[in-house]
C-alpha cells in the first residue's frame, strides 16, 4: 500500500542516548514533515523539507535534527534524548506540485517514544 | 505568525444531537482551513477543507473571515464519529499550523 512508512512504532529509550526516527514514503511528494503530539498540546511542527536538499526548523526543533538526501526519505534524530522528547512522533509528506498542491498533509502511523 | 484555536479540548454529546468543534484563526492573510480527524488506532487523516466547501460524513465547516472562525458542525452526531478533530491553517509558507485539538465522544 502506497504511503508513508515510520519506524519504530514504538521504543522506550534511555535519557542520553542517541535516536534516529525513520520516515519514507512512495508518493514523490516533495515536502516532508515531523510533527510531535502532546496531550493538551496538540500537534506542533518539529521541522520540515520543502524539497530535497533542503530544511528548516518548524515551531520546536530544539534538541532534534533532520535530512533529506532524497525524496523519500526523511529521518529524525534526537542526538541526546531527555525525558521532556517523550511523545508520538508522526512524519507526513505533501505534494507542493502545481495543480496537486492542495495542502492535504499524509500522515504516517507514528512513533512512541518513551524517554526514561 | 499563524494561530489556531481550539478553546474545547473535550466535548461530549448524545447520538443524535448536533454537534459543533470551535475554531478560530489568526492569520493576516488568506489562509487555507482544513479540518484533520484521528480516529481510535487510526493515523490522522483530512476531513475536510474550506476551498472545497464540502460535506464529508455529514461534517460541513464554513469560513467566515468576520469571525475569523471555521467551526465543523453536524446535524446528528452518529457514535463512529467518536475521534479527536484537529483545525489547521495554512499560510503561504505551506505550513500547517494545529489547533491543540478536541476529543469529541458520541455517548450512545
Known amino acids: 500500500i502506497a504511503g508513508i512508512t515510520q519506524a519504530p512504532t514504538s521504543q522506550i529509550l534511555a535519557a542520553g542516548r542517541r535516536m534516529t526516527l525513520r520516515c519514507t514514503q512512495d508518493?514523490?511528494?516533495?515536502?516532508m514533515y515531523w510533527y510531535r503530539q502532546d496531550l493538551g498540546l496538540g500537534l506542533r511542527l518539529i521541522h520540515y523539507s520543502n524539497t530535497a536538499g533542503t530544511t528548516g526548523k518548524g515551531e520546536v526543533p530544539d534538541g532534534y535534527s533532520v535530512s533529506r538526501a532524497n525524496t523519500d526519505d526523511f529521518p529524525l534524530t534526537l542526538a541526546s534524548a531527555v525525558p521532556s522528547q517523550t511523545s508520538v512522533y508522526f512524519c507526513?509528506?505533501?505534494?507542493?506540485?502545481?495543480?496537486?498542491?492542495?495542502?492535504?498533509?499524509?500522515f504516517g502511523e507514528g512513533s512512541r517514544l518513551t524517554v526514561l | 505568525a499563524q494561530r489556531v484555536t481550539q478553546p474545547e479540548k473535550l466535548l461530549s454529546v448524545f447520538k443524535g444531537a448536533p454537534v459543533e468543534l470551535k475554531c478560530n484563526y489568526s492569520y493576516s492573510g488568506s489562509p487555507e482551513l482544513f479540518w484533520y480527524v484521528q480516529y481510535s488506532r487510526q493515523r490522522l487523516q483530512l476531513l475536510l477543507r474550506h476551498i472545497s466547501r464540502e460535506s464529508i460524513k455529514g461534517f460541513t465547516a464554513d469560513l467566515n473571515k468576520g469571525e475569523t472562525s471555521f467551526h465543523l458542525k453536524k446535524p446528528f452526531a452518529q457514535e463512529e464519529d467518536s475521534a479527536m478533530y484537529y483545525c489547521?491553517?495554512?499560510?503561504?509558507?505551506?505550513?500547517?499550523?494545529f489547533g491543540k485539538g478536541t476529543l469529541l465522544t458520541v455517548n450512545p
Open positions: 508518493m514523490r511528494h516533495n515536502a
Open positions: 489547521a491553517s495554512r499560510g503561504s509558507n505551506y505550513k500547517l499550523t
Open positions: 507526513a509528506s505533501s505534494p507542493l506540485n502545481r495543480g496537486e498542491n492542495t495542502g492535504e498533509l499524509f
